[in-house]
């Protein structure tokens, strides 16, 4: 049962545009939301976050915005780099210190120059 | 600090042996928690030991069992593989009670069962 859902599984972009990336999930009891980035042979790292008390937090040119009635949320990245290339995965949890993370299946971004 | 270090990065074995998989945590850490990450799929959450008993469990057979020892390693173990079993094991490192974003995960092993 995927609870969370990516259904990008690629998006390319030019180098300084935004990169936009999608997540949806269905369970109404996850109230904490992570974007992990993952380039090839390394593991998943964290990159920002967001608590279903907020809709939306920021990290320099990283951004997510959360819709809880909508069950969605996005991943801003403004400008995209070259190094922003990479495996972008969503991730929930019913709370902040739950480590059983359920996780979307992914969307490459390809940064173009 | 080496981090979260898993063993080895790469194994083949044949369908009905068993493989056991290890991780050592990020120093520091005392919590390690297993995921499968199948091909074109995200990582799904497989357990997590804790003072050396699993305390939570994901939906996978009981063919996938772990441990964890005194110095907070981890090892998985997964008896009569299935071809469905090759994927991407990763191992994520915590502290009991830190928030989820101060895991990290090792590089994970990849596992191909033929």
């Known amino acids: 049962d995927q609870q969370v859902k990516q259904n990008s599984p690629s998006l390319s972009v030019q180098e300084g545009r935004i990169s936009i990336l999608n997540c949806d999930y269905t369970n109404s009891m996850f109230d904490y939301f992570l974007w992990y980035k993952k380039y090839p042979a390394e593991g998943p790292t964290f990159l920002i976050s967001?608590?279903?008390?907020?809709d939306k937090n920021e990290d320099g040119r990283f951004t997510v915005f959360l819709n809880k009635s909508a069950k969605h949320l996005s991943l801003h990245i403004v400008p995209s780099q070259p190094g922003d290339s990479a495996v972008y995965f969503c991730?929930?949890?019913?709370?902040?210190?739950?480590?059983?993370?359920?996780f979307g299946a992914g969307t490459t971004v390809t940064v173009r120059a | 600090d080496a981090g979260v270090t898993q063993s080895p990065t790469h194994l083949i074995k044949t369908r009905g042996q068993q493989v056991t998989l290890r991780c050592s945590p990020k120093?520091?850490?005392?919590?390690v928690s297993w995921y499968q990450q199948a091909l074109g799929q995200g990582p799904q959450f497989i357990f997590q030991?804790?003072?050396?008993?699993?305390?939570q469990r994901g939906n996978f057979p009981d063919r996938f069992s772990g441990h964890q020892f005194p110095n907070y390693s981890s090892e998985l173990n997964v008896n009569a593989l299935l071809l469905g079993d090759s994927a991407l094991y990763l191992c994520?490192?915590?502290?009991?009670?830190?928030?989820?974003?101060?895991?990290?995960f090792g590089q994970g092993t990849r596992l191909t069962v033929v």
């Open positions: 994520a490192s915590s502290s009991q009670g830190a928030v989820n974003t101060e895991a990290f």
């Open positions: 030991y804790y003072e050396e008993e699993e305390r």
């Open positions: 967001i608590s279903s008390i907020k």
């Open positions: 120093s520091g850490h005392d919590t």
């Open positions: 991730a929930a949890s019913r709370y902040s210190n739950d480590y059983k993370l359920s």
